[in-house]
């Protein structure tokens, strides 16, 4: 079992930056690959980005390339999403999610585990 808690959330305006993390506790973190999702209102949890589980392989919607960097700190037990440049439609809440495998980690289906989620918000 693996408990992930997000953190870094919060209210923001378009052109900002936010730095959300994910702690992980429960087996040893550098076996998972870690992946972050988002839900707007009305909308479907979709992906943003993932990384494999040494850190040397990362992956973006393209929605969000250019723009955000996913990151992992193993020692810490962490993984991060640097969000720059910040659009209206960023708005969502935002989940990361670990995977045992490290096939396909940019589709929702394949991670075993997922966080309670932290809100971000843009304002134009």
């Known amino acids: 079992q693996v408990q992930l808690v997000e953190s870094g959330g919060g209210l923001v305006q378009a052109g900002d930056s936010l730095r959300l993390s994910c702690a992980a506790s429960g087996r040893p973190f550098s076996n998972y690959a870690m992946g972050w999702f988002r839900q707007a209102p009305g909308k479907e949890r979709e992906f943003v980005a993932a990384i494999n589980r040494i850190g040397d392989s990362t992956y973006y919607a393209d929605s969000v390339k250019g723009r955000f960097t996913i990151s992992r700190d193993n020692p810490k037990n962490t993984v991060y999403l640097l969000m720059n440049s910040l659009l209206p439609e960023d708005t969502a809440v935002y989940y990361c999610?670990?995977?045992?495998?490290?096939?396909?980690?940019?589709?929702?289906?394949?991670?075993?585990?997922w966080g309670q989620g932290t809100q971000v918000t843009v304002s134009s």
């Open positions: 999610a670990a995977d045992r495998g490290e096939s396909y980690i940019w589709t929702m289906t394949v991670y075993d585990y």
